[in-house]
């Protein structure tokens, strides 16, 4: 029995990863991604790590760690940039914010054509 035990355990350690002190942000993420199982959060951060699929993380006020930036914010600055495009053939670059400040990011090209966005609830 004890020989069973120690051949269950060897076979259940080459499965197993060490993360550390980051425990506590990998359960973090998870929750926050809606994964029921750890295995889905790895086979997710693989898949988006070797495709196309970029994450953005941005730091909420107040807060050391980041966390995901909703899809519904950057469709928003995706319907602005395109506006913008529309009516200008300059690429808009982003200002960057006052130190210290959480208002909402400006986005200006060479033409003087403005616009601001920010992350909702920031």
Same mark, same amino acid.
């Given at each position: 029995?004890?020989?069973?035990?120690?051949?269950?355990?060897?076979?259940?350690?080459?499965?197993?990863?060490?993360?550390?002190?980051?425990?506590?942000?990998?359960?973090?993420?998870?929750?926050?991604?809606?994964?029921?199982?750890?295995?889905?959060?790895?086979?997710?951060?693989?898949?988006?790590? &070797? *495709?196309?699929?970029?994450?953005? &993380?941005?730091?909420?006020?107040?807060? /050391?760690?980041?966390?995901?930036?909703?899809?519904?914010?950057?469709?928003?600055?995706?319907?602005? *940039?395109?506006?913008?495009?529309?009516?200008?053939? &300059?690429?808009?670059?982003?200002?960057?914010?006052?130190?210290?400040?959480?208002?909402?990011?400006?986005?200006?090209?060479?033409?003087?054509? /403005? &616009? *601001?966005?920010?992350?909702?609830?920031?």
């Amino acid at each position: 029995r004890r020989q069973k035990r120690r051949e269950l355990d060897a076979r259940r350690s080459k499965c197993r990863i060490r993360i550390g002190g980051h425990l506590e942000r990998w359960c973090r993420l998870k929750e926050q991604l809606g994964f029921a199982l750890h295995s889905q959060l790895a086979q997710f951060l693989l898949d988006s790590r &070797f *495709s196309s699929i970029c994450l953005i &993380f941005v730091p909420s006020p107040g807060e /050391s760690e980041p966390n995901l930036l909703h899809t519904d914010a950057l469709q928003r600055l995706v319907v602005l *940039s395109h506006g913008h495009g529309q009516e200008c053939g &300059f690429v808009p670059d982003v200002k960057p914010p006052a130190p210290g400040s959480t208002s909402q990011l400006v986005w200006e090209c060479v033409a003087g054509h /403005s &616009f *601001s966005w920010g992350v909702p609830g920031a």
